[in-house]
């Protein structure tokens, strides 16, 4: 279960590559990553390295729909 979650900044804003840098607390530990083009790419330590109660598929689905919330607000 992701403990907290935050949009840090927005990368190369307002050009092509612009990206977005988030990080989150799954089980008490931290994990970064970007966010472009609906894909999730983490910086190491990555989660699928650990032992965790939720499915890697399942907390990038979650990363992408907290996103979109984000991105809608």
């Given at each position: 279960?992701?403990e907290?979650?935050?949009?840090?900044?927005?990368?190369f804003?307002?050009?092509?590559?612009?990206?977005?840098?988030?990080?989150?607390?799954l089980?008490?530990?931290?994990?970064?990553?970007?966010?472009?083009?609906?894909?999730?790419?983490?910086?190491?330590?990555?989660?699928?390295?650990?032992?965790?109660?939720?499915?890697?598929?399942?907390?990038?689905?979650?990363?992408?729909?907290?996103?979109?919330?984000?991105?809608?607000?």
């Open positions: 279960m992701i907290n979650f935050n949009v840090r900044k927005e990368i804003e307002d050009t092509q590559h612009e990206t977005l840098h988030f990080e989150l607390t089980d008490g530990k931290e994990y970064q990553g970007h966010y472009k083009g609906d894909e999730v790419n983490w910086f190491q330590m990555q989660p699928d390295q650990e032992s965790h109660a939720m499915e890697l598929e399942d907390l990038e689905a979650e990363v992408k729909k907290r996103i979109r919330e984000w991105e809608e607000n």
